[in-house]
């Protein structure tokens, strides 16, 4: 399978190569679209092909008239296009996709996608990942093997398949070193447990509770002077209190492979991705952009930015706690005028109830957005995300689509109710049996 996509990926960056002249890359607002965009980008350069590079949070017919004013003579499409080939087609140009979510319909331009070859894109390779294997084949560029992992990680998949391919590359070529550890980014241990939502803890922006927690083991300081003993003492505490929850993925969400990238200005993997999904949800892309280039100017402002995001990520959790809804086989929860909802629904689904799919309901002035998230167990139960929301979505005049663990849609303001209905009645279809 993975020999299949590279044979797919070498026909892409030939065609880039040999016909490219001036390229328009349009990438997703994410993590790993943001990596996905920096990985072509990098490449292209190095080329010596010119470029430009925009950012969106889906691919909609306003982007038509975006891409026809421009003098590029070929777009590539990162962490989109694969579920809009009725769009695709309309663009008038060469044009080759880069994405990881399911096909739909048929595509008759460049199209790069792991589910064509039998791997699973919600999985085993991300976007940036597919980015990666048609970079490598346009050059000498497995150093941007880094930022393929940094998009893995966005998008919370597993280090197996076809990532592990980039991650065995990436520890060959010296761009990343792999150590097992606590999944919790370096510095001061009172301040990084305050401030985290990755794994979000229920002391995480509570202090009276977090140094409750603290004083019953008597640790304090910065993370990496802590000896072995009192390592394992904090894991242990830390997995303890999201079992109480009913988190099964609490181990791994405490204790796991921790990704050194050693080519990029940022080293600690999971403070990138945190970094650079901040910048893309607070429209600052192109600053992510920036930081994934290897440019350290705004890097200082990023991070005051994303700190500033998660604490008001973490007012946002305890909102969202306090006005939970649930039907039969779904919880939710309204909300008004936020950013981040994936964010909000990822998290509530890990770390507070993952017991049902769980869906964020965000009322814009203009529109509804809304993103929904299962767990893998779900998933290995029957659940399609994708299905469910991009079926609800259309049902109330909306747009919608996604992975079968994630997924997203817009719809129009004052639909909200019926959609959520449609959502339970239709996760009761593929989950009925066991919810």
Avoid: W
């Amino acid at each position: 399978m993975i020999n299949d996509l590279i044979g797919i990926a070498e026909k892409a960056a030939r065609l880039i190569v040999d016909r490219a002249t001036n390229v328009q890359v349009i990438s997703h607002t994410d993590a790993d679209g943001i990596s996905s965009a920096a990985i072509i980008c990098t490449a292209l350069f190095r080329c010596h092909i010119p470029f430009q590079a925009s950012f969106v949070n889906c691919l909609e017919k306003s982007i038509l008239r975006k891409i026809s004013s421009t003098d590029a003579d070929t777009v590539i499409l990162c962490d989109m296009g694969s579920g809009q080939p009725e769009i695709v087609k309309q663009i008038e140009k060469l044009v080759v996709i880069l994405d990881h979510h399911k096909p739909v319909g048929e595509h008759k331009c460049m199209h790069v996608n792991p589910h064509d070859v039998g791997l699973d894109g919600s999985f085993e390779l991300s976007a940036s990942g597919v980015a990666y294997f048609v970079a490598r084949l346009m050059g000498p560029n497995t150093d941007l093997s880094g930022l393929a992992i940094l998009g893995a990680l966005g998008d919370k998949q597993s280090m197996s398949g076809a990532n592990q391919f980039i991650v065995d590359e990436a520890i060959s070529c010296g761009a990343v070193e792999v150590n097992c550890g606590l999944m919790l980014e370096d510095g001061d241990l009172h301040t990084v447990l305050a401030n985290t939502i990755e794994p979000y803890f229920e002391f995480t922006g509570d202090e009276a509770k977090l140094d409750e927690f603290l004083s019953k083991l008597s640790l304090s300081g910065d993370i990496s002077s802590l000896d072995s003993d009192s390592v394992r003492k904090l894991a242990s505490a830390l997995v303890l209190t999201l079992l109480k929850r009913g988190c099964i993925e609490a181990v791994d969400a405490v204790v796991g492979e921790k990704y050194h990238l050693k080519n990029e200005i940022i080293c600690d993997a999971n403070k990138f991705v945190s970094i650079v999904n901040t910048c893309g949800k607070i429209e600052q892309s192109g600053i992510g952009l920036s930081l994934c280039l290897r440019d350290k100017t705004e890097l200082e402002y990023a991070t005051r930015l994303d700190m500033e995001n998660r604490r008001s990520l973490i007012n946002t959790f305890k909102i969202a706690e306090q006005n939970m809804c649930e039907k039969k086989y779904i919880r939710y929860v309204k909300l008004s005028n936020i950013s981040g909802t994936g964010i909000v629904a990822g998290i509530t689904t890990r770390y507070l109830f993952p017991d049902k799919p769980f869906i964020a309901v965000n009322s814009t002035s203009d529109m509804v957005k809304v993103s929904g998230r299962g767990t893998r167990k779900l998933v290995s139960q029957g659940l399609d995300l994708a299905t469910v929301i991009k079926s609800a979505a259309e049902a109330v005049g909306g747009t919608g689509g996604g992975h079968n663990i994630a997924s997203g849609a817009s719809i129009p303001n004052g639909r909200e109710e019926e959609f959520i209905t449609i959502v339970d009645q239709l996760t009761g279809k593929q989950l009925g049996s066991v919810l």
